[in-house]
């Protein structure tokens, strides 16, 4: 889709989207933008051997800024027309108290890289064509083990039209496409029932839901939900814990990444804030966050922002050398954005979040970490997490894992929390 085309999609053209920047700078504002959003997100879902639920949501409006000093200045329309964008405009004019003198801008198109090229729009493909998935699935599971009582299944797809333009001459747009099958299943032994899932979900069109993944979709959340019955509790107390690569980063996004995300930072409530170019962990330990992975969940061409999105060095060799900035952020501490500017959607203003938040791979192999524990827990999935932003106290509930006796990987284990800080996880 080029430019001409999502703006004919939005209904706008460069004068209209001139005149409403010149409204929002009427009070002498230092800075606007505009953000255009359409989303269309379906659902279809299956319970007791039946496809039973199903819906729809179409979101459409655009969100207007105005950035005075570090004052910001925010106003939204779920009606695109010169009139309402205008009225939207002059409410969040009203930041700034002086005379603004906005010329029109010849804005710059931004070429986006495409990170996720999909073979078939979500718009494209109707209810009739998701419904066999989930009967498929649904079969299989309870085909894969006799124990499965009960399984549910949400397949979900999302597509979102964006449209940024920005008072110092950015354009840019973008098409994101977002996919997610998640299957749960209960299974009963001996009168004792277990619980467990497992999902895919990432920035894919249908053609990803391939028979190797549907495989994965039945084997895998009924092998972790059998593997509960043998599952001891681990005895409480301090131990070490191995994270497995995968989801089990989810500690590593909420517990460490938070905390380098610079709005918490400017505002001094981080332990990172005074922490760059400094030690935060081990010399072989290096933190990135990446929006550039293919059709990954956290991956974008372009941020709400209209910045270049990029691969983020957070801790390189266990030297603390950037947060995650958005336009304000970066602006305060006189660097470069790094694509990190994120808005929940066209009502709200943007915020520096992450993208992509994982560690690299060290020096060390999985089976030499595992060998180096002599009683601990091996940690594959999460839920239920929380944490304290400012110093990084988390709690999480380990869904999957084992024991680790001796360097190997023995019972499975249940009904566990973590508990600890991620500054200090890292540190040590």
Same mark, same amino acid.
């Given at each position: ?125 109707s209810i009739d064509k998701k419904i066999p998935y989930l009967q498929t699935i ?156 293919? !059709?990954?969940?956290?991956? %974008?061409?372009?941020? /709400? ?7 983020? *060095? #957070?801790?390189? =060799? &266990? ?64 839920? !239920?997490?929380?944490?304290? %932003?400012?110093?990084? /106290? ?7 894992? *084992? #024991?680790?006796? =001796? &360097? ?21």
């Amino acid at each position: 889709m080029d430019l001409k085309q999502i703006m004919d999609h939005f209904g706008v053209d460069e004068k209209m989207i001139n005149d409403v920047m010149a409204e929002a700078l009427s009070k002498g504002g230092d800075y606007c933008d505009l953000f255009f959003e359409h989303s269309i997100t379906n659902y279809v879902g299956l319970e007791d051997k039946e496809v039973n639920r199903a819906y729809s949501n179409v979101d459409f409006g655009v969100g207007i800024r105005v950035l005075n000093g570090d004052q910001t200045g925010y106003s939204f329309t779920e009606e695109i027309t010169l009139n309402s964008m205008k009225l939207a405009a002059k409410t969040a004019a009203n930041i700034a108290n002086s005379k603004g003198n906005f010329a029109p801008v010849k804005f710059s198109l931004y070429k986006n890289p495409e990170y996720y090229k999909i073979e078939t729009d979500w718009e494209t493909v109707s209810i009739d064509k998701k419904i066999p998935y989930l009967q498929t699935i649904n079969d299989r599971v309870f085909a894969e083990d006799n124990r499965v009582i009960k399984c549910s299944i949400n397949f979900n797809n999302e597509t979102t039209y964006k449209l940024i333009a920005t008072s110092d001459g950015k354009i840019a747009h973008d098409y994101q496409p977002m996919s997610q099958l998640a299957v749960t299943c209960i299974a009963e032994q001996d009168g004792k029932r277990e619980r467990n899932y497992y999902d895919l979900a990432g920035r894919y069109g249908i053609e990803f839901f391939n028979q190797e993944n549907i495989d994965k979709l039945v084997k895998e959340p009924v092998k972790r939900t059998v593997a509960l019955f043998e599952a001891v509790k681990p005895q409480a107390g301090e131990m070490e814990v191995v994270l497995a690569a995968g989801s089990s980063g989810i500690l590593l996004h909420e517990a460490i990444g938070h905390g380098m995300e610079a709005d918490f930072n400017r505002k001094g409530t981080s332990i990172f804030s005074d922490k760059i170019d400094k030690k935060v962990a081990e010399n072989f330990v290096t933190i990135v966050d990446d929006a550039t992975n293919p !059709n990954i969940r956290g991956s %974008i061409n372009v941020d /709400d922002e209209a910045n270049p999105t990029q691969k983020t *060095y #957070l801790v390189k =060799d &266990g030297i603390l050398r950037s947060y995650l900035h958005d336009k304000i952020s970066s602006d305060f501490y006189k660097v470069k954005p790094t694509g990190n500017g994120r808005r929940e959607s066209f009502r709200f203003s943007p915020l520096p979040r992450m993208r992509n938040t994982y560690m690299e791979a060290g020096p060390h192999t999985k089976e030499e970490i595992i060998k180096s524990v002599k009683k601990g827990i091996f940690a594959e999935s999460f839920t !239920n997490g929380e944490v304290f %932003i400012g110093a990084g /106290d988390f709690t999480f509930y380990v869904k999957s894992g *084992y #024991l680790i006796e =001796d &360097g190997k990987l023995t019972k499975p284990i249940k009904d566990v929390n973590i508990i600890g800080n991620g500054p200090e996880v890292l540190k040590n």
